[in-house]
């Protein structure tokens, strides 16, 4: 009998033992507020056991001029946007009358820049097979895409247009169903998401460098053809980076920038934008907290509290006083 009392009391103490080392997840809280695509943690937790970490490519607006507007979250309303602001996954951007923006995919270094009266979202920001990969959707207007790297996809109601090296624009009118695609250098290509002959793979037409296609609101693609005039105008007025995106010296049927090009009121030439260099730094997006000092200092949807990752002091529990 006593053999039987020690036993059992042995396996109580062990299930004792077993549950003061685990604690329950109850007892276990962080003192961290959650990081949202939008916010930078100010403070560093480099001696933490724990390093969290930012997603590996991230969307920032770098440039604005004049009405744009984001929506971080679907249902939420438009809001202003301000430079240095991230666009999370399934975020939208849309640019009013005589507006631009401009976003940077980091931090390999992609320019997306808008034109007026766009709206797109932003469908996927990720890393496939150790490239970055990125998909756009575009509600209406015109988007130019330098792509430093990887493969980017712009979808549109009519079709999909992807670049894998290096400029592409695309403009889509949502009334007429048409969408525009230039490849002003690289290798793009245009699908209206038909296979009409039943092989099983989608349709595509291949661009090439100074290639030019359209889509109707039939399905059917208009004759490939040289990039217009009126087209490579924008095009070198648009994006001062331009030259910068060719493998190699530019061709001679690239026009120069035009010093007078102003397509509306109030238009600021886009190398007069400033934006922050620390945009680019890659140690940031990969290790958020690798410094003291954040790297943005002016975050704008950052909540007045700021975030801490200092674990609370242990509170003082009074002793029991031993039973005589």
Not at 5 to 19: E, G, P, V, Y
Not at 153 to 182: C, H, I, M, Q
Not at 208 to 215: F, H, P, R
Request: aromatic share 8%.
């Amino acid at each position: 009998m006593k053999k039987n009392i020690t036993f059992l009391l042995l396996c109580a103490l062990l299930i004792s033992a077993c549950s003061s080392a685990s604690p329950s997840a109850d007892a276990v809280q962080s003192t961290s507020a959650p990081l949202g695509n939008n916010q930078v943690n100010p403070q560093s937790t480099a001696d933490s056991s724990v390093n969290q970490q930012a997603p590996a490519r991230r969307a920032a607006i770098t440039e604005i001029q004049n009405d744009v507007q984001v929506i971080l979250n679907a249902g939420e309303n438009p809001t202003t946007a301000e430079i240095g602001l991230f666009v999370p996954v399934g975020g939208t951007v849309q640019t009013g009358n005589d507006s631009r923006a401009r976003l940077d995919l980091l931090p390999e270094g992609t320019i997306v820049r808008v034109g007026s009266n766009s709206t797109f979202i932003v469908t996927s920001v990720e890393i496939v097979d150790g490239k970055p990969k990125t998909t756009l959707s575009l509600l209406a207007g015109k988007i130019w895409v330098l792509l430093a790297g990887g493969e980017l996809a712009v979808e549109t109601e009519s079709g999909v247009a992807s670049v894998r090296g290096s400029l592409l624009s695309v403009e889509y009118d949502p009334e007429t169903d048409e969408f525009n695609v230039s490849c002003l250098e690289g290798h793009c290509g245009v699908s209206d998401g038909d296979d009409e002959d039943g092989d099983g793979v989608e349709d595509e037409v291949d661009l090439t460098e100074g290639e030019y296609v359209s889509v109707g609101d039939d399905g059917d693609y208009s004759e490939v053809e040289d990039i217009p005039e009126d087209e490579l105008e924008e095009w070198v007025n648009e994006n001062p980076e331009y030259d910068e995106f060719f493998d190699g010296e530019v061709p001679d049927w690239v026009p120069e920038p035009d010093d007078d090009y102003e397509p509306f009121d109030g238009w600021t030439d886009p190398d007069e934008f400033i934006y922050p260099d620390e945009l680019y730094d890659p140690e940031y997006y990969y290790d958020p907290y690798a410094t003291e000092e954040p790297y943005i200092t002016e975050e704008p949807y950052a909540t007045e509290e700021p975030y801490t990752t200092e674990e609370p002091a242990p509170t003082d529990e009074p002793e029991p006083e031993a039973t005589p």
